[in-house]
């Protein structure tokens, strides 16, 4: 007599369970269960302060309009690539500073450190004093923002080849400028672009930080201070969600970006 049941394929099961083990999976049931606490928490007024509901903050952002959000958020978003761009390129060419001509890293070290543990709200006013355009300083804070993280990450990678392979550039004839290029800037790719994955938040937060100082006429931070002024609480919230997407958005995009980049970095050889 011939079996007539059949096994399943061995691979279904193996596959379900990657998929329910993904980081995907997790981040989803992650964003639903906050979705669930915050929506008790306004519900049931669990905080003294007025917390508006998900439902709420959502009605907020329909009844205003897209015209109204996209008009401020083009602005800081602008804003924000601008400094995000100029930090990284300054913080990348003074770590490559440092590793080209070592006796100044101490002064690049310490230009960092003080930039990062300089409170940007104490930093504003001699910004302000020293740029009368406001744009400029909302750039310069959203830069400062992302300086030092580059540039430790940066750094950090250009000293993380093997010394083998520097010794193998300097045998066939090269110099701190073949072993930089040929070396140093291939394997630093993954920490630099990992440090500035986690820079490009920060930039967004340096932008909004600054508009709210400099109060210029559109932008997050100035919607957001005249939505508090008027107490309309969930537009509050919806300008901060608003703002933490488009965060979060430009730390997807260099995720992306890094991804394939370190591929293609993990395959090069030092003579490629």
């Not at 998929?19 to 639903?32: E, P, S």
């Not at 990062?116 to 909302?138: K, L, S």
């Not at 969930?234 to 901060?240: C, D, K, L, S, Y």
Request: some cysteine; proline content about 6%; charged content about 10%.
């Amino acid at each position: 007599m011939s079996e007539v049941a059949t096994a399943p394929a061995p691979t279904a099961v193996p596959a379900l369970k990657r998929i329910a083990d993904g980081r995907y999976t997790a981040g989803a049931v992650g964003i639903a269960g906050l979705l669930v606490l915050w929506s008790m928490a306004g519900a049931f007024e669990w905080f003294r302060g007025t917390i508006p509901t998900p439902w709420a903050v959502l009605s907020a952002i329909s009844d205003t309009g897209f015209s109204f959000y996209a008009k401020h958020f083009a602005e800081t978003t602008e804003l924000a690539l601008r400094g995000f761009v100029w930090g990284n390129l300054l913080a990348i060419a003074l770590a490559v500073a440092v590793i080209l001509f070592p006796p100044i890293e101490g002064l690049a070290t310490q230009l960092a450190i003080v930039s990062y543990c300089t409170p940007i709200i104490a930093v504003a006013p001699i910004i302000q004093v020293a740029f009368a355009e406001v744009q400029t300083m909302i750039v310069f804070l959203a830069a400062i923002s992302v300086f030092f993280t580059t540039m430790i990450g940066t750094l950090s990678g250009l000293r993380t080849p093997h010394r083998r392979s520097l010794d193998l550039v300097k045998v066939y004839g090269g110099g701190r400028w073949q072993q930089l290029w040929r070396v140093r800037l291939v394997s630093a790719l993954p920490n630099t672009l990992g440090a500035v994955k986690i820079a490009a938040p920060a930039a967004v937060l340096g932008a909004v930080l600054g508009e709210f100082l400099a109060m210029p006429e559109t932008g997050a931070g100035p919607a957001m201070i005249v939505a508090q002024q008027r107490g309309d609480i969930p537009q509050v919230w919806a300008i901060a969600l608003i703002s933490g997407a488009i965060a979060g958005i430009g730390y997807g995009i260099v995720a992306v970006i890094a991804r394939f980049a370190t591929r293609w970095s993990s395959g090069q050889a030092v003579f490629g």
